[in-house]
């Protein structure tokens, strides 16, 4: 946003350290600097203030300081975003507090009937589920960073995972919402109502928001009965187009207790298996795709282990699969997930390489990645696709390593923006999107101002110079910077 010169203010750090309890703010450099870098390792910014808040009362005592002295906020979680929004710029152009809300973590009120929980913002999404299985419930979004990850960050990402197939975004998940507004205004629809027509929905905006409007405190989370009947397998298969064609007769068989449909490519299997200690090969044989499919049923007698073989011999024979498994315990269950959610960190520790969350209709995916390739091929020679991720949401990781035996981050600098943008333009001629689940953050802003809706993003300019006209809250995120406020 276009942002009128903010003079340096110390007076007004003062004023955010006068707001909070002692022992809640540091400018200590050790304190700030675990806050600094994001997950990725690529993004380090600068902050002159650590701001540890502990109830909404203090969130907006500290916010209107902020907004008396036009200084920057930046909300953080548990910092596992994979978009660069969760640390503040390099050297940003105004004081800068980040704002980590992992303090905030109580559960306010879980109700098995109503089927709601209401959990502060920095409360952990594994802290979250085993609450809610406590009480024979279940908080149905998941993914890899779990042990870390909040639920302000979820809200704040419209986080997706790997039961979205099933049980939809964080958008679908959210019943209430409460949060505080750049001037400090508390926003109090923390309510777990099932429906609400009383005007604009407020939360919506946040939910997505990345931290640009406004900071999240707490939520209600719609929940589900807890599975008790559960089924994990794995399949191999030659080809994008026959993986399609196990979900379509998995749905045939067993309907909406398909949980999951992840993808992992056969290099991908190979990277995990040798970077990250005490992985397994599921399967004989080398298969240039895998699909790990769970199946889940809050009926105990349902038989999802039968179905589940049954849908994998059909698709044997039907030669649309060339082998297959399904777990015969948690533990066997516990190793093929394992196999699929440390694939993110077996692809950091081989090195850099360009990470995206694209999406298209889930039947256009095999037309997309063949395109994807051949362009790919084409213009960067060498460059080596690692594509997985949510199949059965058309949602793919289609991140790309360099070309073997290159200096992998010289590569990336010279050449990765352009296979980004090649790659987002043939997203674009298949009408999907440049992030389904990670959020733009800055990694995608000038790919999301070159490829958005216009009129979309209009009316996003308009919404954040109305609720936030100095720009105090998570500067430079979403929209790219020096862009006019409203054009
Ligand atoms: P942070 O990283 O701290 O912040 C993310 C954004 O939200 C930032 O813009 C930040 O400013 C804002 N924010 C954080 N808290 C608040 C708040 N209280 N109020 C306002 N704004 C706030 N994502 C998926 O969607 N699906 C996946 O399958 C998935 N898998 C992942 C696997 C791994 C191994 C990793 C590292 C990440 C993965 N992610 C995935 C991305 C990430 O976990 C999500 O984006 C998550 O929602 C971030 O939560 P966080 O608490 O770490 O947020």
């Not at 959990?119 to 908080?139: M, N, Q, R």
């Not at 986080?159 to 926003?187: F, I, K, S």
């Not at 015969?328 to 993110?344: C, G, I, K, M, T």
Request: with cysteine; net charge negative.
């Amino acid at each position: 946003m276009a942002h009128r010169p903010a003079p340096r203010a110390p007076l007004g750090l003062a004023a955010i350290v006068a707001a909070l309890p002692p022992g809640a703010t540091s400018d200590r450099p050790e304190d700030l600097a675990p806050h600094l870098t994001d997950w990725r390792g690529e993004t380090t910014g600068h902050a002159d203030l650590l701001a540890r808040p502990g109830s909404t009362a203090e969130v907006v005592a500290l916010v209107r300081a902020a907004a008396a002295h036009r200084i920057a906020l930046v909300p953080q979680g548990g910092n596992t975003g994979l978009a660069g929004g969760s640390v503040p710029a390099p050297r940003p152009d105004r004081p800068t507090v980040l704002v980590s809300l992992l303090r905030m973590n109580r559960v306010r009120a879980l109700d098995p009937a109503g089927l709601s929980i209401t959990v502060e913002a920095g409360a952990i999404l594994a802290d979250v589920h085993a609450a809610c299985e406590a009480l024979g419930t279940a908080f149905p979004l998941s993914l890899g960073a779990k042990g870390s990850a909040t639920i302000g960050g979820l809200v704040s990402t419209n986080a997706g995972g790997t039961q979205v197939l099933r049980h939809g975004t964080m958008r679908g998940l959210v019943l209430g919402l409460e949060a505080v507004l750049p001037d400090g205004t508390l926003l109090d629809q923390l309510r777990p109502l099932r429906k609400d027509s009383t005007g604009y929905d407020m939360k919506q905006l946040l939910i997505g928001a990345e931290g640009t409007l406004g900071i999240v405190t707490a939520a209600s989370l719609r929940l589900v009965p807890a599975p008790k009947a559960r089924a994990v397998g794995w399949a191999g298969t030659g080809s994008l187009a026959a993986a399609l064609q196990l979900l379509a007769r998995l749905r045939r068989a067993v309907g909406e207790r398909i949980e999951s449909f992840e993808l992992v490519p056969g290099d991908g299997l190979a990277l995990t298996l040798a970077e990250i200690p005490g992985t397994m090969a599921p399967l004989q044989g080398a298969h240039a795709w895998h699909c790990l499919v769970e199946l889940a049923d809050a009926d105990a007698g349902a038989d999802l282990e039968a179905a589940l073989l049954a849908c994998f011999e059909a698709a044997l024979e039907a030669e649309e699969i060339g082998d297959a498994t399904v777990a015969r315990s948690a533990a066997q269950a516990a190793a093929l997930w394992r196999l699929r959610e440390e694939l993110p960190e077996a692809e950091r520790r081989d090195g850099p390489s360009l990470k995206n969350d694209v999406a298209v209709a889930v039947a256009d995916v095999p037309a997309f990645d063949a395109a994807a390739r051949a362009a790919i091929a084409a213009e960067f020679p060498g460059a080596r696709p690692l594509v997985f991720g949510h199949l059965g949401d058309g949602n793919l990781h289609w991140n790309l390593r360099p070309p073997a035996d290159t200096d992998r981050k010289a590569w990336l600098q010279s050449h990765g923006e352009a296979a980004r943008r090649r790659l987002h333009d043939i997203v674009a001629r298949f009408a999907g999107t440049i992030s389904a689940e990670h959020g733009i953050g800055t990694l995608k802003a000038a790919e999301f101002a070159r490829l958005g809706d216009p009129g979309k993003i209009r009316a996003m300019r308009a919404i954040k110079a109305a609720l936030d006209p100095e720009g105090i809250m998570n500067p430079g995120k979403l929209f790219l910077e020096g862009a006019p406020a409203e054009s």
